[in-house]
């Protein structure tokens, strides 16, 4: 069984449009993350979620909107996609904040045209 | 905020030669520090982590040392194998729900 799981792996679109990416773990977990890997695998963190609630934000356009309908679910909806946003974008699960083993997801590649 | 930074970028080795590789960290509050491996593709994995009240801690064919007064920290990988080839990060976090902050990452390359 996947431990984190993503959709879509890859996703192509054109600048200006809204775009979706899903996240489940199913590991019991109870934050969730969302991290940016850039094409230097700079890997930056964007929001952090516990228990539903938005614990980390780390100065992401506002055009990024994560929304987390139960603990074991966060998505990422992006509105006005720039090339700018094309990077692989990983979800992550732990059991308990920033000192606890992460476990990611297998990405999802996006690419802006 | 925490700044970690990661030496070097790119490693060649031999197989069955050992790695290293070094972050240093600016936060003195920073208390927990793992490193990861990501294969080609996939997502990052976490192969071993230290916290601030242990200066060393071995798995196996893997070590990381922990220096908090210099604030560094290092990842040592001995008799090497083509499977050890991947990106290493390492990173650190002050621990509780706060964020955990990423090296650049290091790609080494294990030659048969």
């Known amino acids: 069984d996947t431990a984190v799981s993503q959709t879509p792996k890859y996703l192509v679109t054109q600048m200006g449009n809204d775009k979706s990416i899903k996240c489940e773990q199913n590991l019991g977990h109870d934050t969730m993350y969302w991290y940016k890997q850039d094409s230097k695998k700079f890997l930056k963190i964007m929001f952090s979620y516990n228990n539903k609630e938005l614990i980390i934000n780390e100065t992401v356009p506002n055009r990024f909107s994560p929304k987390s309908p139960d603990k074991a679910h966060l998505n990422l909806h992006i509105n006005s996609l720039e090339l700018g946003d094309s990077a692989v974008y990983f979800c992550?699960?732990?059991?308990?904040?920033?000192?606890?083993?992460?476990?990611f997801g297998p990405g999802t590649r996006l690419t802006v045209t | 905020g925490e700044n970690v930074e990661q030496h070097p970028s790119t490693l060649s080795v031999q197989e069955g030669d050992s790695a290293v590789i070094k972050c240093t960290y600016s936060?003195?509050?920073?208390?927990?520090f793992p490193w990861y491996k990501q294969e080609l593709g996939k997502g990052p994995q976490l192969i071993i982590d230290i916290r601030s009240n242990v200066g060393e801690k071995k798995d196996q064919r893997i070590a990381v040392t922990l220096n908090k007064t210099a604030k560094h920290f290092s990842l040592h990988i001995t008799e090497t194998q083509p499977e050890d080839s991947a990106v290493y990060f390492c990173?650190?976090?002050?621990?509780?729900?706060?964020?955990?902050?990423f090296g650049t990452g290091t790609k080494l390359q294990v030659i048969p």
């Open positions: 992550a699960s732990s059991s308990a904040g920033g000192e606890n083993e992460q476990y």
């Open positions: 990173a650190a976090s002050r621990g509780g729900y706060q964020k955990v902050t």
């Open positions: 936060d003195s509050a920073s208390n927990y």
